[in-house]
């Protein structure tokens, strides 16, 4: 098992500016940008970091993940958007381990940042669980979630290539001087339109794939455009909703 590589202090207070500078959550979502209290940021970003006898507590990026964004998002070193700064903190994370997160919708990881609010995470709300029980709890949440990036590209047939594409939501247009243009909401490409059996260039479906922004620059890695098991939720390109609700937690 490789090792995890985790988020410095100075990644997350990266992470927090540059969230602040885009005003993704509205104006004056966070306040002050820098941590009020610098002594419990450093003990909320450094829960990753847990160590006895040389070696690492926590030791899967599971593991790691969800000690970033408990220690993160409860330490409430920062003024305000302590929990959005958390969520954004940790799928940087997961990016640098070259990890997606999948098969969660918008809904479900508002969910769990409100349990995890509320210590409600465990399941239990009766008693307070201890730090290490609600860290180990969204572990094993994120665990069945967490999908190794697949990068490359393979032939298709063009037929292939069609039923992919509108699986993921793109239309195609009538036909033209065997050209086709096939669209997904605002973005659009041409492309030629040849037998369904013709095999489609790597270099043409490289394209498609940019053009139509479903590339992993725009968070759709190759086993989700060609399997479809796990397709990558649409928060982890577009959260900004999701960040405004957490704003009201």
């Not at 903190?89 to 509320?118: C, F, I």
């Amino acid at each position: 098992m490789s090792e995890v590589i985790r988020l410095s202090e100075e990644d997350v207070l990266t992470v927090r500016r540059q969230m602040a500078a885009m005003s993704i959550a509205g104006k004056d979502a966070f306040g002050q940008v820098e941590p009020v209290d610098y002594g419990k940021f450093s003990s909320a970003v450094n829960r990753q970091f847990t160590s006895g006898g040389g070696l690492y507590k926590y030791k899967t990026l599971s593991e790691v993940s969800a000690n970033l964004f408990y220690g993160v998002a409860m330490g409430h070193s920062f003024e305000n958007g302590n929990k959005r700064t958390a969520l954004v903190s940790m799928l940087v994370l997961l990016d640098r381990n070259k990890t997606l997160l999948v098969e969660t919708s918008e809904d479900e990881l508002y969910e769990m940042a409100r349990q995890v609010a509320a210590h409600e995470f465990v399941g239990n709300i009766d008693a307070r669980k201890s730090v290490d029980e609600e860290c180990s709890s969204i572990a094993k949440w994120l665990n069945p979630r967490l999908r190794s990036l697949q990068l490359g590209e393979r032939v298709l047939e063009f037929r292939e290539l069609k039923e992919t594409l509108t699986e993921l939501g793109c239309e195609f247009g009538k036909p033209s001087r065997n050209y086709i243009k096939i669209k997904k909401g605002q973005w659009m490409v041409t492309t030629g339109y040849p037998r369904d059996k013709f095999d489609v260039p790597l270099n043409e479906i490289k394209r498609i794939r940019k053009k139509l922004r479903l590339d992993e620059a725009h968070g759709i890695d190759s086993a989700s455009f060609y399997d479809f098991e796990a397709g990558v939720s649409k928060f982890v390109n577009q959260h900004r909703n999701l960040l405004r609700k957490l704003a009201d937690l």
